[in-house]
């Protein structure tokens, strides 16, 4: 009687090549460890590194702590640090991080938890802001403003064609209010690219 054959038939060759494509397209997204590399373009979202505060990555308008600093107070997740800005009439602290756009047409995601900080009973907030540079001029996209006393996370969505952008620009900015005091704190600030398959993207 003739032995079994060592090697899988043409079904079993296919349905395992069917397998490992499976796995390259769609295993970075259902493993729970977030989007592949090159999908994420903030680096230092949580603010912190080895343990110690740090604005590596990030550009900061202010050299004075009181304007741009940190705080232990974090949302979910949130590590041990977060960012703290001062509200202020004449310049608010603010932080800015650029990243250059992936080529073709991508959605982008950018997300944040942020957290007013009141000083007594006046209002006290900060905006995530995302903007555009084309051959050194800037172009408003969108915001979010946070106000709420208590963490709150925030997202939204932007459409960018790597064509038309240099680069892609996140600030993050205190209250530039003259009834605005008090500090806003954010934490976890990311971007990243949201499509999963890309709208037109060239090699």
């Known amino acids: 009687m003739a ?18 494509l499976l796995m390259a397209t769609t295993g970075c997204f259902d493993s729970g460890f977030g989007p592949p590399d090159g999908f994420i373009l903030i680096t ?22 009181a304007d741009v600093g940190f705080s232990r107070d974090v949302p979910p997740d ?6 703290k800005l001062r509200n202020q009439w004449t310049v608010p602290g603010t932080v800015s991080y650029a990243a250059v756009p992936r080529r073709g047409v991508h959605r982008y995601q950018l997300s944040a938890w942020g957290k007013a900080v009141r000083s007594g009973q006046m209002f006290a907030g900060g905006s995530m802001i995302l903007t555009t540079r084309t051959a050194g001029v800037d172009t408003f996209r969108q915001y979010f403003h946070f106000s709420d006393t208590t963490w709150a996370f925030a997202s939204l ?12 620009i996140v600030r993050l900015q205190g209250n530039i209010d003259q009834f605005s005091y008090g500090d806003i704190l954010f934490d976890l600030c990311s971007l990243e690219i949201a499509d999963v398959v890309p709208w037109k993207e060239e090699l």
Do not use: C, M, Q, R
């Open 3 to 20: 032995g079994k054959s060592a090697f899988p038939g043409i079904g079993g060759i296919l349905a395992f090549l069917l397998l490992i």
């Open 44 to 65: 230092n979202s949580s603010f912190e590194k080895n343990g110690v505060p740090s604005l590596e990555g990030w550009t900061s308008n202010s050299g004075d702590t």
């Open 157 to 168: 969505t932007e459409t960018i064609d790597s064509h038309s952008v240099d680069t892609i």
């Open 78 to 83: 949130g590590g041990s640090y977060s960012l």
